[in-house]
C-alpha cells in the first residue's frame, strides 16, 4: 500500500512559480512511476507528466518547458515545479503512483486508469 500527500499548492499570479511536493509512504518511489495529474472544474482529470522509476521524465506538451518533475529518493518525496504559469493552470493538482520497475512502458502512464495510489490534491489557483 501507497499513501500520498501532496502540498504546496496556492494562490500565484500569472508569470509565478509555485513547487508542489509529494511524500509517500509505505513503498518509496525508486521502484515507482509518480504521475502529476489536474483537474479543472467541470473538466476531466488530465496528464501533466511523470517521472519513472529511473529518472526519465515525461510531459504534456501544455506544460513542456514550464513544468519539471524531480524526486528524491531518500525522501520518498516528487516534486513538480511549474514555472511561467497562466491562468489555465488553474486547477486541483494530484500525485500518482504505479508500479514500474519491471513495467512496460506505455500509455497506460498517460491515464489515470494506469495508476493505482492517489493523493487527495492540492489547488493551484493563477490569477491573470
Known amino acids: 500500500q501507497v499513501q500520498l500527500v501532496e502540498s504546496g499548492g496556492g494562490l500565484v499570479q500569472a508569470g509565478g512559480s509555485l513547487r508542489l511536493s509529494c511524500a509517500a509512504s509505505?513503498?518509496?518511489?525508486?521502484?515507482?512511476?509518480a504521475g502529476w495529474f489536474r483537474q479543472a472544474p467541470g473538466k476531466e482529470r488530465v496528464f501533466v507528466g511523470l517521472i519513472r522509476w529511473s529518472g526519465s521524465t515525461h510531459y504534456a506538451d501544455s506544460v513542456k518547458g514550464r513544468f519539471t518533475i524531480s524526486k528524491d529518493n531518500a525522501k520518498n518525496t516528487v516534486y513538480l515545479q511549474m514555472n511561467s504559469l497562466k491562468p489555465e493552470d488553474t486547477a486541483v493538482y494530484y500525485c500518482?503512483?504505479?508500479?514500474?520497475?519491471?513495467?512496460?512502458?506505455?500509455?497506460?502512464?498517460?491515464?489515470?486508469?494506469?495508476?493505482?495510489?492517489w493523493g487527495q490534491g492540492t489547488q493551484v489557483t493563477v490569477s491573470s
Open positions: 509505505g513503498r518509496t518511489f525508486s521502484r515507482y512511476a
Open positions: 500518482a503512483a504505479k508500479d514500474d520497475l519491471g513495467q512496460s512502458y506505455s500509455s497506460m502512464y498517460y491515464t489515470t486508469g494506469g495508476y493505482n495510489y
